[in-house]
């Protein structure tokens, strides 16, 4: 689990996107757009132009595994993992009280 905090709310996210991809005409190369956005809303370069790439990515416009898909298939990953521990603890417990039941019958 990441320790990091969300500075921005989704929607200071959302116009910063909004205006890369809108303006992005107006500078040389995107890089330059994104630096230019980024500087005027207090954030990395970095941050913003991942922010650009992921929101490309869920329009369709980028390859890549939308945010809907990754959040559920992570939530999937995690039941598993709770239904494989709560397994194993039930066949240890029948093992457990097999054994108990074997050896109760021979006292």
């Known amino acids: 689990m990441s320790t990091t905090t969300n500075k921005f709310s989704p929607e200071v996210r959302a116009r910063a996107v909004r205006m890369v ?16 956005v980024a500087s005027k809303i207090g954030c990395s370069p970095h941050t913003l132009r991942e922010w650009v790439n992921k929101a490309e990515v869920d329009n369709g416009k980028r390859a890549g595994v939308p945010t809907e898909v990754a959040d559920k298939l992570k939530a999937l990953e995690r039941e598993n993992r709770e239904l494989k521990q709560a397994n194993e603890i039930l066949r240890k417990a029948s093992a457990y009280f097999a054994l108990a039941e ?3 019958r021979s006292k």
């Open 102 to 104: 074997l050896d109760r």
């Open 21 to 36: 991809l809108d303006h992005e005409g107006d500078h040389a190369t995107r890089w330059a757009a994104v630096s230019s």
